[in-house]
């Protein structure tokens, strides 16, 4: 996306009219990296809305690409897309010191969140809405909580619940009309 140029990201954009969530997650993965449409993959399900920094509402639609099928023959579109890299995905789960920075937290309308990072600030650096969303998946697929803390840090102290700051963010959205919209 030009909005986060430069940064780790999952193959997703806007939602067309008369597209469902899916269609365009599965058109967009097909337009920035090649993956057919009509692939072996079988969708899981989709995350809660999330609220990007720049007032983005993106549903994360999860799928499940079966090894047996062979790793899928990707091409990347490089008008949006500069490179495709892998990270193992029960590695979202781990706080493992060179690859999860934990003293990284940003602020956001007056709360104080983790700003979660991974791979050590090297090429493969996964953070912030992207790293939220694969530690979310990692956390369904595999049904166990992370070894940091995930949510948002009160300044009262004490950690949230990321769905609490989400529908927060909506009903800021509602009240000053971001000039921008979207899913995905």
């Given at each position: 996306?030009?909005?986060?140029?430069?940064?780790?990201?999952?193959?997703?954009?806007?939602?067309?009219?008369?597209?469902?969530?899916?269609?365009?997650?599965?058109?967009?993965?097909?337009?920035?990296?090649?993956?057919?449409?009509?692939?072996?993959?079988?969708?899981?399900?989709?995350?809660?809305?999330?609220?990007?920094?720049?007032?983005?509402?993106?549903?994360?639609?999860?799928?499940?690409?079966?090894?047996?099928?062979?790793?899928?023959?990707?091409?990347?579109?490089?008008?949006?897309v500069s490179?495709?890299?892998?990270?193992?995905?029960?590695?979202?789960?781990?706080?493992?010191?060179?690859?999860?920075?934990?003293?990284?937290?940003?602020?956001?309308?007056?709360?104080?969140?983790?700003?979660?990072?991974?791979?050590?600030?090297?090429?493969?650096?996964?953070?912030g809405l992207?790293?939220?969303?694969?530690?979310?998946?990692?956390?369904?697929?595999y049904g166990?909580?992370?070894?940091?803390?995930?949510?948002?840090?009160?300044?009262?102290?004490?950690?949230?619940?990321?769905?609490?700051?989400?529908?927060?963010?909506?009903?800021?959205?509602?009240?000053?009309?971001?000039?921008?919209?979207?899913?995905?």
């Open positions: 996306m030009r909005t986060f140029s430069g940064d780790a990201a999952l193959p997703g954009g806007r939602v067309d009219e008369g597209e469902t969530i899916w269609q365009a997650a599965l058109r967009e993965a097909h337009e920035e990296i090649a993956l057919p449409p009509d692939s072996a993959m079988e969708k899981l399900t989709m995350l809660p809305p999330y609220l990007s920094r720049n007032h983005l509402v993106v549903t994360p639609c999860v799928a499940f690409w079966p090894a047996d099928n062979g790793r899928p023959n990707f091409k990347l579109n490089e008008a949006e490179k495709i890299f892998s990270v193992p995905f029960e590695d979202f789960l781990s706080g493992r010191e060179g690859w999860y920075d934990p003293l990284s937290h940003t602020t956001w309308n007056g709360e104080n969140f983790p700003l979660h990072q991974f791979g050590g600030g090297g090429e493969g650096r996964v953070w992207t790293a939220r969303m694969m530690i979310d998946a990692a956390r369904i697929a166990v909580e992370p070894d940091f803390p995930v949510g948002l840090v009160r300044a009262k102290g004490g950690i949230g619940d990321q769905e609490e700051f989400i529908w927060r963010g909506l009903e800021w959205a509602k009240k000053n009309k971001p000039s921008r919209k979207g899913q995905l």
